[in-house]
């Protein structure tokens, strides 16, 4: 029999969940980054909850109040998990949570049945991974003279024009003002997340982020190369250092590319990213 539990607290959910997630940790990493997020701090009205059959999960949501819903399915019997999302999206709407993005590594179809209202689809991206198996012999942090560095207190002001630059470039919906991204990416420097791509003679070529650590794996992102750099290889040859680098901490690495790009040919499969997914966003109407 189904039965829904509401956490009050994302340890506990954490404490209840998290072996199951992370049997398969590259399909379920966002709730679980989600949720570590929300452990640092009370929940207050952002939302934990999870459906389980007997002592099996089957769905879980992990929600930030005024932003996304993550939510991942750990069973295949159709029935069951549509009974299980409908719990769960009914519960939603009994807590204080408001959301506004959907995300999840499915097409959401059951979701989008069960939700209070219009759901449209706001973006789709490709996934890849990439496991210390795949790193090519005598693989290099660095590539000739060029080398991979944190990014510093002083190059804040340059960290923030390139991020705001990725953004755009992107198509993403730009959430931050001035002090957003100010404080976004002061915060990125204090924790050790940005990195620069150099060259000894130029000084920072390209952009580089670590994103949703996690017990065995870590993502990348914000990966950017200022038009006046493109052309030359640096974006290819940092994510590759980049995946080096984490792969000395981490079991693997996983980063999304926007599903305009060839699934099958791009700048991070040539480096040696392997496809094994698709992710879907929907925006939440009302």
Not at 3 to 26: G, P, S
Not at 54 to 64: C, I
Not at 234 to 258: K, N, Q
């Amino acid at each position: 029999m189904l039965f829904l539990r509401r956490y009050q607290d994302a340890n506990t959910f954490l404490a209840e969940t998290r072996q199951e997630l992370e049997v398969y940790e590259v399909e379920h990493s966002f709730p679980i980054w989600a949720a570590s997020v929300l452990a640092r701090d009370t929940l207050k009205n952002s939302y934990c909850g999870a459906v389980f059959n007997g002592s099996k999960l089957v769905f879980a949501t992990v929600a930030f109040d005024q932003g996304n819903a993550f939510t991942t399915v750990l069973m295949d019997k159709t029935v069951e998990a549509r009974e299980a999302i409908k719990m769960l999206v009914d519960d939603i709407y009994l807590a204080p949570v408001v959301v506004r993005k959907i995300l999840g590594e499915s097409n959401l179809t059951f979701v989008k049945e069960a939700w209070h209202g219009q759901i449209d689809l706001n973006s789709k991206v490709w996934s890849y991974i990439f496991t210390r198996d795949d790193l090519p012999p005598l693989s290099n942090k660095e590539d000739g003279t060029f080398f991979l560095r944190q990014t510093t207190t002083v190059e804040l002001p340059l960290l923030i024009q390139w991020t705001a630059a990725f953004t755009n470039d992107s198509g993403l919906v730009n959430t931050y003002d001035e002090d957003g991204y100010y404080f976004l990416c002061a915060q990125e420097i204090q924790e050790g997340n940005a990195y620069f791509w150099c060259h000894p003679g130029k000084g920072p070529v390209a952009m580089i982020w670590k994103r949703r650590p996690l017990n065995r794996g870590c993502s990348i992102g914000y990966v950017y190369t200022p038009p006046i750099h493109r052309g030359r290889g640096y974006g290819g040859a940092m994510v590759l250092a980049f995946t080096s680098l984490l792969l000395e901490e981490f079991t693997y690495t996983t980063l999304l590319v926007d599903a305009k790009q060839d699934p099958k040919d791009n700048m991070y499969t040539r480096v040696g990213y392997r496809l094994v997914g698709e992710r879907y966003e929907y925006r939440v109407s009302n």
